[in-house]
């Protein structure tokens, strides 16, 4: 095509994208109204962007540092005051790690070149330590001692590569930063700023619902109790794919809540920058790569994702970067000298695998990755000899089946407990689990009404989705797909995006689901502003339009939150973190205090707000992730049953809101006692007088003495038992493991410093003495009544139930009982 015809051409499609963009104005401004003005006042996110953006700008300005390096320096400072040090340094730990163990499987697959990066090396790092830590979930060995040896021997192993980052980190900072306008500045301020925004409040409570009740839950149970029990009777999801859960366990066990919190913040990071690389892969240039990040940094989504342990960002790390090796394979043409061709296949099947061990919605993301691989199989596939393909598929098979296949054989379905109409798994019922009330389809308005009706596509306000999707992405599309040097690059992009959009939302349309294409089309953005901003006067229209849609999501920033605001005091104060509870979530102050009590860690009954996190024990829900114990909760309408029930099941504590409404709850109340009560949720006992109402043992007064078996010294008379030292009476009693007893004697001796011994030998089905329990006592000449409380250990069948003197002499017994719950 002639210079001229070109020049026409992409002058029409300028003008069309301004006629876009002015069209997507009107709608914006017509929409606001029915999305509602945002908060006002000092809660105001821009009022703490803005204090943010002034310290970011001038100490990038003022020192000339590299924004990295001022970023790394702010965030260092921040962590020393929040007191977080150590949490900060447990994800240094295992990021250091990732990288190497990344770099060392990428360059094993024949991709020496990705290995270098720090992206795809920190990603298939991460994934396979995540691996490695989900199979060790089964047996009780997951220590932090464990787990920081192990990080920490990756990097010994490997010191001269971390030799070589400290060389490189000392000459990045020698460097300076590079010579930029004052419009640059100001652009990566913003960057910094809204980085420091994510990693600031990671150091938050956590109060997400889906956190609490999973994802940190899960981090908690395998720091505390040591394993994961996989038990899907307790928990529906027990056997979900989980890989982002087993790498919040690495860290949480090093460092806490924090640690885990952050990692997920640092894969929102890895996210940005992919966005970045993703345009200049394109063609993009670096200003509009610029721009593409901090849209990405300040969407609502994005915040969504990252300031709460959802797994998305995880994931979709996963998910963007086995794309990119695609694409890149994809991108290379037969006979280029390129190192990584052999390995990118391979690469890209283990990094895929991963996405799909972390979620299993990647199978709905790969259709269109699919497609765009034929539609370029003559790049490839001449090149994928030797096995690669089969190779590739193999290893995406074997690492993203892990969690299938464990939950194959635990449920006999192995998407449990999904398309159990179609699995029928006896544990769940034979029904295919519904997907979440939300939107289905795209339409030709999705866009405007995923801004507007933002809780039709996410639990959200409006505003939710960010504005740039309404504002730039149809224009923006249009013009990195117009100009010839990034068309084919823009389009696979396009297709990817949309297309993994498409397919998900013929599901479900679940924002949360289609991160990966928001990083994806954030790129096309990106791309489609570094020409539509190239000359000065349209320029500043675009980039005004830009601004506006940072500005306007900045606004909204929390519309997606469990945060409306910026808890600043709570991330630096141990004080205000426990008031922020306290109104918040008081649950989780519960669970702590249930710890201290709950020294066996027998099962607790959480009739409240899912928020189980940091609970020792295991929390039986009355709802749909426990639907057998939900069954059984709504019918224990009377007293009687609730005791049963609560006795079945080994409860001693209950947590309960007041807000519940259900038959059975007065049953419930009435069998209990308040403990504590924190902002309306009640920290709740089985009453004394009801904790064991069953004697377990036959003939506990010695009525029966053929129910008894005694040792030489010890006889049966109408008085009871007579026992001299080192003699007693034994009785061997069915008992259920975790089901804690009451063992009580009533006893009196003549002799002066008599004692005696309560005492029950716990045998498994072997009859193997697995542990004791006892407790010696001293006697006198009146009745007394001593008692033991006693829970049996996992693996216990019988108990071994003896009444026993100690020293002296002699004693006499006329009780020993043990109760148990209804």
């Known amino acids: 095509m002639p210079l001229n015809t070109v020049h026409e051409a992409w002058r029409y499609v300028r003008w069309g994208a301004l006629a876009l963009l002015l069209a997507a104005v009107v ?14 006042g000092p809660a105001n996110p821009l009022y703490v962007w803005a204090a943010v953006m002034a310290v970011s700008l001038f100490a990038i300005v003022a020192t000339g540092l590299r924004p990295a390096v001022v970023a790394a320096a702010l965030a260092a400072v921040f962590a020393v005051a929040a007191g977080q040090a150590g949490a900060v340094l447990a994800v240094l730990l295992f990021v250091a790690a990732s990288v190497v163990v990344g770099g060392y499987l990428l360059r094993a697959l024949g991709a020496p070149q990705l290995a270098q990066g720090f992206v795809f090396a920190f990603v298939t790092g991460a994934g396979s330590l995540g691996t490695a830590s989900g199979l060790l979930a089964h047996w009780p060995v997951n220590y932090p001692g464990v787990y920081g040896l192990a990080l920490a021997l990756t990097l010994v192993l490997d010191r001269r590569r971390c030799v070589g980052w400290f060389h490189a980190a000392r000459d990045f900072l020698r460097g300076g930063g590079p010579r930029a306008t004052v419009a640059q500045r100001v652009l990566e301020a913003a960057i910094v700023t809204a980085a420091l925004v994510h990693y600031a409040v990671a150091f938050a409570p956590e109060i997400g619902s889906d956190a609490l009740a999973v994802h940190l839950f899960i981090a908690e149970r395998m720091r505390t109790g040591h394993m994961w029990n996989f038990d899907v009777d307790t928990y529906v ?11 919040y366990a690495i860290v949480d066990m090093l460092g806490g809540e924090v640690a885990a919190r952050l990692v997920n913040v640092t894969f929102v990071l890895v996210l940005a920058r992919m966005v970045r690389d993703l345009v200049l892969w394109a063609g993009g240039s670096s200003g509009g ?15 969504t994702e990252s300031h709460t342990l959802f797994i998305e ?8 970067a086995g794309t990119f090796a695609v694409l890149k394979l994809l991108d290379s043409k037969p006979g280029d000298d390129d190192p990584d061709a052999r390995g990118l296949l391979p690469a890209a099947g283990l990094l895929l695998g991963l996405a799909l061990a972390a979620k299993a919605v990647t199978l709905s993301l790969l259709p269109a990755l699919a497609i765009v691989m034929l539609a370029r199989r003559s790049t490839w596939f001449g090149r994928a000899h030797n096995g690669t393909l089969a190779k590739a598929l193999l290893i995406g098979i074997v690492i993203g089946g892990i969690p299938y296949l464990t ?40 866009l405007y009404r995923m801004l507007v009706e933002s809780a039709r596509y996410l639990e959200a306000k409006p505003g939710a989705s960010g504005f740039q999707w309404l504002l730039l992405l149809v224009p923006c599309a249009i013009a990195a797909v117009a100009v010839k040097a990034t068309r084919w690059r823009s389009s696979v992009l396009l297709v990817v995006g949309i297309g993994g959009v498409a397919t998900v939302f013929q599901q479900t349309a ?22 539509l901003m190239e000359r000065a006067w349209s320029g500043a229209l675009w980039a005004g339009a830009a601004t506006a849609a940072v500005a306007l999501n900045i606004a909204y920033f929390h519309s997606g939150a469990a945060y409306l605001d910026l808890p600043w005091r709570a991330m630096l104060s141990q004080t205000a973190r426990t008031e922020l509870l306290e109104g918040r979530r008081p649950e989780r102050l519960l669970a702590q205090s249930i710890n201290a009590l709950n020294a066996p860690a027998s099962p607790v009954m959480w009739i409240a707000y899912l928020g189980a996190a940091g609970l020792r024990s295991d929390a039986l829900y009355a709802q749909w992730y426990n639907h057998k114990f939900a069954a059984e909760f709504l019918a224990a309408t009377t007293e009687d049953k609730m005791l049963e029930l609560i006795g079945r099941r080994g409860v001693e504590f209950v947590v309960f809101d007041s807000q519940v409404r259900v038959d059975s709850a007065p049953a419930l109340l009435k069998v209990t006692d308040e403990v504590a009560n924190i902002g309306g949720v009640s920290l709740r006992r089985v009453k004394s007088g009801l904790r064991y109402l069953k004697e377990m043992a036959v003939s506990p007064d010695f009525h029966n003495a053929a129910a008894w078996g005694l040792t030489p010294g010890a006889t049966i008379d109408s008085a009871g038992l007579r026992l001299s030292a080192n003699s007693g009476a034994y009785q061997k009693i069915a008992v259920v493991p975790g089901r804690k007893y009451l063992n009580s004697v009533s006893v009196r001796c003549d002799a002066p410093d008599t004692t005696g011994r309560l005492q029950i030998n716990w ?7 697995l542990t004791t329990s006892a407790k010696t006592y001293v006697c006198g000449p009146n009745w007394s009544v001593n008692e033991q409380e006693v829970t049996a250990p996992s693996g216990a069948v019988y108990g071994m139930l003896y009444a026993w003197g100690q020293a002296g002499g002699p004693l006499t017994v006329r009780m020993n009982s043990l109760k148990g719950t209804p």
């Not at 017509?30 to 003005?37: A, H, V």
């Not at 045998?763 to 003495?769: M, N, P, R, T, Y």
Request: proline share 11%.
């Open 763 to 769: 045998v498994d089905a072997s009859q193997k003495i």
């Open 27 to 40: 709608l914006t401004v017509r929409g606001l109204p029915q999305i509602g003005w945002p908060v006002t």
């Open 313 to 320: 960002a995880g994931w979709s790390a996963f998910m963007v």
């Open 510 to 531: 679940y924002l949360r689901y289609i991160f990966p294409c928001v990083v994806v089309l954030m790129a096309v953005v990106g791309v489609g502003l570094t020409h």
């Open 237 to 247: 999801w027990a056997v979900m794919p989980a890989l982002v859960d087993w790498i």
């Open 407 to 446: 939950a194959w054989v635990i449920t006999a379905n192995p998407v449990f407990p999904f398309f159990n109409g179609v699995f029928k798994s006896p544990l769940f019922p034979p029904e295919n689990f519904e997907p979440p009330p939300f939107e289905r389809y795209l339409r030709w308005d999705t």
């Open 289 to 303: 790569a610029r721009w593409a990040v901090l849209l990405f940094l300040v969407t609502p989504l994005t915040f």
